[in-house]
């Protein structure tokens, strides 16, 4: 972005030369507000502004109308609608699933002193438009006044206000933020933008996986999915176009266009949203917490469903295993040194050429697939395999795709903007718009599953080839929903053939929820690579995803991307980290299996039985998660909406709501802490702390890990030693009780 002074040009994307035939259509105040079918269409006059920088109306120009909606779904979810270019509302989408308790609410509108007061029949009010004349005290000339406007105020739970930010100006040409407006290109509609008012004080959280501070507030982001590149940058592989806010509430614009969202950024008292598609359409959700808010969100795109039991499990990966001896191998050693552990994936290496995804095993080094899974199986590992949903030029498959329009035939030769993966080594991207690509790409799948594969890992799809032709929509709509239709296929056909509903995915935007699981990406194996995971796993929770994992102890090393060596420490501190999040997967670039760490190997045995007898306290959790708001990594504010220092704590986090989780995140092995109001117990020294104050860096050994429950708390506990999940025989769960006979979970039986 090139700076210019003028807040709206730089937010708005306006050639700064004025050179291009494009203009600036800003809402002026409602000429009819009128009841149709239970909403309220507000027909809204739109003034041509004068290509400058300063803003003045072009009065030669005449006035265009177009039609405001507002609906109401239950007691707490309004939404607003503007559709350019003859976009109407729909119920239907790809991202949207409405449960039950989203039901339209009638509403009715009545003028009154001035004002249009907008309720639904039980008589609460959720929205007023302020017709009245501002008041004022002339006593100057020297500036016009400024144009009409649009005042709304909405109050989506009947109680909180969110207000348009009509008058967000310095003086009438100088405007940061409009209430609504649309620019136009070539005579045709092109963006637009919608503004909320926000205080001095408001805090923000979600928009996808964020690899930023807690409180997003003084941020822009640009809503386009692609490969981050590390967890440590602006970029990000999973954008969701959902926000939180500290006022209790949250905004979800449903498109699946890239948009731009500033969350007090650009101007401190607006949140600013722009589409890069003719239309405004956001579901304003209110709440007495985030997990109300969270789950309106879900009851408008859709709860994630529960992964199954072996998934909770130990994962064991490197990028990667090329031979079924070597993974026999892997596995053997796992259980003859009974390390736990439920499920092998295999990486880009399965294949005829590393790299070259063909869906099917190199004939030579895994000569009986089949046989070499089900063997695996009887031992009490599922198999993962890893793939992408591009073609490549010298795969198996491509004649056949590019025949029967299975990828998107490209138009020209470009260059790529993310990873070289998506476009150029790849001939073309699966065209999951066409019903027939699906189905063919599900086929391919089918024939893995049916071999007894159990997880599908659905690698990138951040990415798409811009320079081609999908059947259902343009690549500028499909690039962020492309996640969803790719994960969805995916898991659709893993449910059909195995029982179990999982994927392991990396891209993800609106309505991804439904399809577990999700990893963090290509983090590096460094404090600040754990760091940045977590901090995206925050903000990913707060955007309505329950369950979100991470490479342990990161993706890739430094500096040498493949062949660096993983400090001890990380990989230990990370495997607690690892212990105490949804699923919990080791990968990378190089060695990841403990015995390659011979001076922590039993120290993470340790965790990995513990992780183990956490199983159903995870299970309890989860099951939670898929009927409610509730997530299993959760932000700190998740618990203590009213303490203002949680808005600013990114390195901690609740594991399910019993446990406080603070990750060492450096070799001097201390840290601060931070405890909310009340009393909490240590879990593995039995020390009782009194909340509502910082524990100044504290030192931690490296047998422990900050983790605190509430006394009184029960956690579900599996008291035996297994080597995966089909070991276990669940009735055996004991009830942890955190009272004053206990004394810190290394103390407890399964470990001695």
């Known amino acids: 972005m090139k700076p210019t002074n003028y807040h709206l040009f730089d937010f708005l994307d306006f050639d700064l030369d004025l050179s291009k035939n494009e203009s600036l259509w800003k809402a002026c105040a409602p000429s009819s507000v009128e009841e149709k079918d239970g909403d309220i269409h507000i027909t809204v006059p739109f003034q041509k502004q004068i290509l400058s920088n300063d803003m003045a109306a072009d009065t030669t120009a005449p006035r265009e109308n177009h039609t405001l909606i507002l609906r109401q779904y239950g ?17 239907e989408s790809e991202m949207l699933i409405l449960t039950e308790r989203v039901k339209k609410m009638p509403l009715k509108s009545v003028l009154k002193d001035g004002e249009w007061i907008i309720s639904t029949a039980d008589g609460i009010t959720r929205a007023v438009i302020n017709m009245r004349e501002p008041l004022l005290d002339r006593w100057s000339t020297l500036l016009p006044d400024p144009q009409e406007t649009i005042d709304l105020r909405l109050y989506p739970d009947g109680k909180r206000e969110i207000k348009l930010a009509a008058y967000d100006h310095f003086s009438p040409p100088r405007y940061d933020a409009l209430p609504i407006a649309y620019c136009k290109m070539d005579s045709g509609n092109e963006r637009a933008t919608l503004s909320f008012e926000c205080t001095h004080d408001e805090c923000f959280g979600g928009t996808g996986e964020r690899f930023a501070k807690m409180d997003l507030s003084g941020r822009t982001f640009f809503l386009k999915n692609q490969d981050g590149q590390g967890v440590n940058n602006v970029r990000t592989y999973k954008n969701i176009p959902f926000y939180v806010s500290s006022r209790l509430y949250g905004t979800f614009y449903h498109t699946t266009s890239h948009c731009k969202l500033s969350l007090a950024g650009h101007s401190t008292r607006s949140v600013q949203f722009m589409s890069y598609q003719p239309l405004i359409d956001a579901f304003l959700i209110g709440g007495d917490s985030f997990e109300e808010i969270i789950r309106g969100y879900r009851d408008l795109t859709g709860y994630p469903s529960m992964p199954p039991l072996w998934s909770f499990g130990i994962w064991m990966s490197r990028m990667t295993y090329f031979s079924a001896d070597e993974v026999n191998g892997i596995c053997d050693r796992l259980r003859e040194e009974h390390y736990p552990c439920d499920v092998i994936h295999m990486d880009t290496g399965w294949f005829r050429t590393d790299w070259l995804c063909e869906w099917k095993f190199n004939e030579e080094r895994f000569p009986d697939p089949e046989g070499f899974i089900h063997s695996l199986k009887d031992r009490g590992f599922r198999v993962s395999l890893w793939q992408l949903p591009y073609v490549a030029k010298d795969a198996a498959q491509i004649d056949e795709a590019v025949a029967n329009d299975y990828i998107a035939p490209i138009t020209k030769i470009q260059e790529s903007e993310g990873s070289n993966f998506s476009a150029l080594d790849y001939a073309g991207t699966i065209d999951f718009t066409y019903p027939a690509a699906t189905e063919w790409y599900k086929g391919l799948l089918k024939n893995l599953l049916d071999m007894g ?24 709509l499909l690039n962020n929903l492309y996640a969803l239709l790719y994960q969805k296929a995916a898991y659709e056909i893993t449910k059909d053939v195995t029982g179990d509903g999982i ?34 796993g925050l903000h990913f929770g707060l955007s309505g995803f329950a369950f979100w994992s991470h490479d342990v102890p990161g993706f890739h090393t430094l500096p040498n991307f493949m062949n660096s060596v993983v400090s001890d420490d990380v990989y230990l501190r990370w495997t607690q980290f690892g212990v105490f999040s949804s699923h919990m997967r080791y990968h990378g670039t190089n060695k990841r299996e403990p015995w390659h760490y011979p001076t922590i190997a039993q120290s993470v045995k340790k965790w990995w039985k513990l992780r183990y007898a956490l199983i159903p306290y995870i299970l309890q959790e989860s099951r939670k998660a898929t009927e409610s708001g509730s997530t299993i990594v959760q932000a700190m504010i998740f618990h203590n909406a009213d303490d203002p220092t949680c808005y600013h704590i990114d390195d901690q986090y609740y594991f399910g709501d019993s446990f406080l989780v603070a990750p060492v995140m450096n070799s001097e092995n201390r840290r601060d802490i931070y405890l909310p109001e009340g009393e909490w117990v240590d879990f593995f020294t039995a020390e009782k702390v009194t909340g509502g104050r910082w524990l100044k860096n504290k030192d931690v050994t490296m047998e422990n890990m900050p983790v605190y429950v509430r006394p009184g708390s029960i956690i579900p506990f599996y008291p035996e030693p297994v080597d995966c999940t089909d070991d276990m025989d669940l009735s055996k769960t004991i009830n942890l009780t955190i009272d004053d006979s206990f004394r810190g979970i290394w103390n407890e039986k399964l470990f001695n």
């Open 75 to 91: 007691p707490k979810i309004t939404r607003v609608f503007m559709g350019f270019e003859e976009l109407d509302m729909s119920d």
């Open 453 to 476: 594969v159990a997880c599908i890992k659905t690698d990138f799809g951040e990415n798409i080839h811009m320079d081609a032709m999908y059947k259902g929509m343009s690549p500028e």
């Open 503 to 536: 994927v392991w995915a990396r891209a993800a935007w609106a309505g991804c929820q439904r399809y577990p699981l999700h990893w963090g990406g290509d983090s590096c194996s460094s404090w600040d690579g754990l760091a940045g995971s977590l901090k995206g």
